[in-house]
């Protein structure tokens, strides 16, 4: 596939400080999520700088185990303008190793009560041995939409 990012675009009637709060909370990330595969955060602490590693316990029927965790790694925290995760998974060795799939949220200010969201999914990182294995991506087009909506809501609420 040459495309290898699926972006969706919203505006949203808040503003960027408050859906950022909302994309920095884990405890959030469940709400916002389209799939159901989200289930609810292992560590719980805000999100508050790249580098940092937050855990969430997932859920999805065609997983070998149906549960499991996932640990993400922050790429780019720029508050109230862009977040953005590496998710990473354990082999069984104790180790977290990053696949290769970005979820990043870029927030423009379109006025004091109007916010530009962009949400975009990049596997363009994923080894091709990985791709052999798996759909990329793994989930519907409209997850994304579906997605920012729900942000919307949390934001708005």
Do not use: C
Request: negative net charge; charged residues 20%; glycine residues 8%.
């Amino acid at each position: 596939m040459t495309n290898e990012t699926l972006t969706a675009v919203t505006i949203i009637k808040a503003s960027p400080e408050a859906i950022f709060a909302v994309l920095a909370d884990p405890a959030r990330h469940a709400a916002i999520d389209g799939t159901g595969w989200v289930q609810e955060p292992v560590d719980t602490k805000p999100i508050a700088a790249s580098g940092q590693r937050f855990r969430m316990r997932m859920y999805h029927s065609n997983h070998p185990n149906g549960h499991y965790e996932m640990t993400n790694r922050v790429t780019v925290f720029d508050s109230p303008n862009a977040i953005s995760w590496e998710p990473g998974y354990d082999p069984g060795d104790g180790t977290v190793r990053f696949g290769g799939w970005i979820w990043r949220y870029d927030l423009t200010a379109l006025s004091a009560a109007d916010t530009d969201v962009t949400l975009t999914y990049d596997w363009s990182g994923v080894p091709a041995e990985t791709r052999r294995g798996g759909t990329f991506p793994p989930f519907a087009p409209d997850h994304l939409a579906n997605s920012l909506t729900h942000l919307a809501e949390l934001a708005t609420s």
